[in-house]
């Protein structure tokens, strides 16, 4: 499955949420881009696009926008280590501080890309441009790709690309300056022990310097040219063929359970099946139960 935003329209329109300081993030229909303004003084925020669809780091996926910026720097000379620009796959039910603990290296269920700016750290000297992707594991386990010196503040225009390779266990990350390729970027290799990541929306990521001492970022960009890839939904379109049969479309790999319920607040699971990978039905074996009868069907690996 392919899903692109050109952001030509509103995207609050098709899916977009603001969580935490909705004013850090604007649309600008004119080019038709995304202005983002990354303010640590601010409570953790993001630019949220729901997937539809929960993914893991053993399946393949990939991510890709275009960022252009127009300022970066730190936000006050009192905290002069300068935070992350990041942007990435995230769990939605975690936003907005469910990964507080982000900036001190430690987060679940994130899939980002970071750069890091130049800063001058208090007692450890000058510190370069520098790319590091991080991945954030289900419980917590972390993998990151350091030494990747590239400046996308220089007022270029630079293409992202992050590509999880299930396989090989990698997560790689390709960079173009004004459509050049660059050196390769030093992948994300996520050991044996590391188990998974699950997410499930993309995000624009604007982290808090809240409980940092050094810490801050004040930065202004425009991001534009979102492509999002990655495996289709396990379950189809769902239709009532005829009273108490549900049909639809279930992926292999995935076990369907069919719902029912008489009020749509409380549900009972009346039967399940493995998916059969195409056409299937789950059939309510129970006479009538309810006065109004409502189905549903839940997939889980």
Partial sequence: ????????????QHGWQAIGA???????????????HWDSSRSNSFFVLPLGVTLATT???????????????????ERPSILQVAAGLVRRDLLPDGMPARLAGSARNLVEWDWFPSSDIPGFGGSPDVISPAVFGDTGSRAFSF???????????????????PVHRVVETRLWRNGVEQAPVNPVRLPAAFGEALVDSFAIISWSESGTRLDSLDA???LDHLRLQFPDPPLGVVTMPSPGVVAFAGASGWTFTLMASGDLIHWSE????????????????????????????????
Wanted: hydrophobic share 40%.
């Fill in 1 to 12: 499955m392919v899903q692109v935003e050109e952001f030509d329209q509103d995207p609050a």
């Fill in 220 to 222: 202004v960009g425009h």
């Fill in 59 to 77: 399946e393949p996926f990939s991510f890709e926008f275009e960022l252009t910026m127009e300022s970066v720097g730190p936000r006050v000379a």
């Fill in 147 to 165: 030494d990747n010196f590239f400046n996308p503040g220089d007022g270029a225009t630079w293409r992202v690309r992050m590509t999880n390779d």
């Fill in 22 to 36: 909705a004013d850090l993030f604007r649309w600008e229909p004119n080019p038709g881009a995304l202005r983002i």
């Fill in 270 to 301: 009346v039967t399940s099946a493995p998916g059969a990978g195409g056409a299937m039905q789950l059939i309510d074996p129970r006479d009538g139960v309810y006065a109004a009868q409502f189905y549903r069907v839940r997939a889980d690996r």
